[in-house]
């Protein structure tokens, strides 16, 4: 079994998405083992997204991500880390796949931040360290 941080990004709360995003999560048969609304702030969110620092896009990014509280969960389940970046979809939400949560509530919105409704872990490794910066009562 295996362990995966997703979040229910700020547009997805806005839109009222966390019922419907926590339905496909259980729909699926994992097990969701925590569960907490945050509003992230910068030492959080430049921990949590490192390896992204120096791209151009970055401080878009910081935007949207602080703009409303976001839901963060830990998930638990067979090859989960795979399995909810495929319920994801893709990155961008233009090219999302109908049917995931991105090709299905994702859309265009004024700006240069990609909204895209949702984040996950990309690999087991990650899911550990990004679990750790959210839920450091869990892994303590
Ligand atoms: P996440 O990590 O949020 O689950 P991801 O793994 O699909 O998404 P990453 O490459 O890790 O994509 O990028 C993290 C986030 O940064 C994206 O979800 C998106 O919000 C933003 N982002 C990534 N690439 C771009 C880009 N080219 N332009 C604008 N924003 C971007
Ligand atoms: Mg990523």
Do not use: C
Not at 105 to 125: A, I, K, L, Q, T
Not at 131 to 138: A, K, M
């Amino acid at each position: 079994t295996e362990r995966t941080l997703a979040i229910v990004k700020p547009d997805g709360v806005m839109q009222k998405k966390v019922g419907e995003i926590v339905r496909r999560i259980e729909r699926k048969g994992y097990d969701i083992i925590d569960m907490k609304m945050i509003k992230a702030d910068e030492t959080l969110l430049r921990a949590h997204y490192a390896e992204l620092v120096d791209r151009p896009f970055f401080p878009g990014l910081m935007h949207y991500m602080m703009e409303h509280p976001v839901v963060a969960m830990v998930v638990e389940g067979d090859n989960v880390v795979k399995g909810w970046r495929t319920l994801m979809g893709t990155t961008n939400p233009t090219e999302a796949a109908p049917g995931t949560i991105r090709g299905d509530f994702g859309r265009d919105w004024p700006g240069d931040e990609v909204r895209n409704v949702v984040h996950g872990s990309d690999s087991p490794d990650n899911a550990l360290r990004e679990i750790s910066l959210w839920f450091p009562e869990l892994t303590r």
